[in-house]
């Protein structure tokens, strides 16, 4: 192990043991095990209709009260956690697998630096926002469109990215001994170039998952999101805002899960740019 190594793993290190990154860590792993757990936990189906028990208040029987359909809310809440969860981690996993590819062949090829480039500044002149929803207008509401929507506007980011990564590694020494040395490209890609996104993708990476989760929520909430039949916590905030001055818990319970989920996200995110920043390491 290198001194520059040794640095790196020790502010890791360092910054892992402070007490916000701690308790962003046990929130979101709480978070992840409720969902994980969500059909042994949740003592009704999210989906069920029960105009008898519509608008109850918090109690014993329904923890956080019932919707305008009778439907328990801590049900709904706990299989929200999933599709927030799911959305971030797939449109994250995807993003980064396309801008990588991407970002590679417009930062090593010249010829394609000017297609793929043209592109990406096309796609982010458009709003995510209003893009996600033109496509989920277009091809209709489903998760597997919602996950499209958000991630075609997060690709430009990571292809800028990787892209600027490849442009600084390029004029590095042992790159330009590697190519002299006939090393085929790629070869070069995989063991030169991959290796050195990986720190700023993993800061990237928690970003995009919080922009993400925040986007499904708030295309459910404008109604151009998931169906309303699937538990989320943007369509839990929609339903519930007709509503809001006599239940807001309706709206205020789904709307702190969305918020702590983010915050932790970030907080995360956060101390992974400190950590992994040279510039940072070399001053601790």
Not at 125 to 133: D, E, F, N, R
Not at 212 to 231: M, N, R, Y
Request: hydrophobic share 55%.
């Amino acid at each position: 192990m290198t001194t520059e190594s040794a640095s790196v793993r020790t502010q890791i290190l360092a910054t892992i043991k402070t007490w916000p990154v701690i308790t962003a860590l046990v929130i979101l792993g709480v978070i992840v095990l409720l969902a994980i757990l969500a059909p042994w936990l949740s003592p009704f189906d999210p989906t069920a209709i029960n105009p008898a028990s519509r608008l109850r208040p918090p109690s014993a029987d329904h923890w956080l009260g019932t919707d305008a359909m009778g439907r328990d809310a801590y049900s709904r809440a706990l299989y929200g956690a999933r599709i927030s969860l799911v959305v971030g981690l797939g449109v994250t996993i995807c993003s980064i697998a396309i801008g990588i590819f991407l970002g590679l062949m417009a930062g090593f090829f010249r010829t394609a630096d000017a297609i793929i480039m043209r592109l990406m500044d096309g796609l982010m002149a458009i709003p995510g926002i209003l893009l996600a929803i033109a496509l989920v207008s277009l091809i209709g509401a489903s998760l597997y469109t919602v996950l499209i929507a958000i991630m075609v506007p997060e690709i430009p980011r990571v292809v800028r990215l990787v892209r600027s990564v490849v442009l600084k590694v390029s004029n590095e020494p042992y790159i330009e001994a590697a190519i002299s040395l006939g090393t085929r490209t790629p070869t070069l890609l995989w063991r030169h170039f991959i290796p050195n996104t990986i720190a700023p993708l993993t800061v990237q990476g928690t970003y995009i998952f919080a922009a993400a989760v925040l986007t499904e929520a708030t295309l459910s909430f404008l109604g151009a999101g998931l169906p309303l039949d699937i538990p989320s916590w943007g369509n839990m905030m929609a339903q519930g805002r007709m509503y809001f001055q006599i239940k807001p818990y309706l709206v205020l319970f789904p709307g702190f899960f969305l918020a702590v989920t983010l915050l932790s996200v970030n907080i995360l995110g956060d101390a992974f740019r400190d950590a992994l920043d040279p510039r940072m390491v070399k001053r601790g």
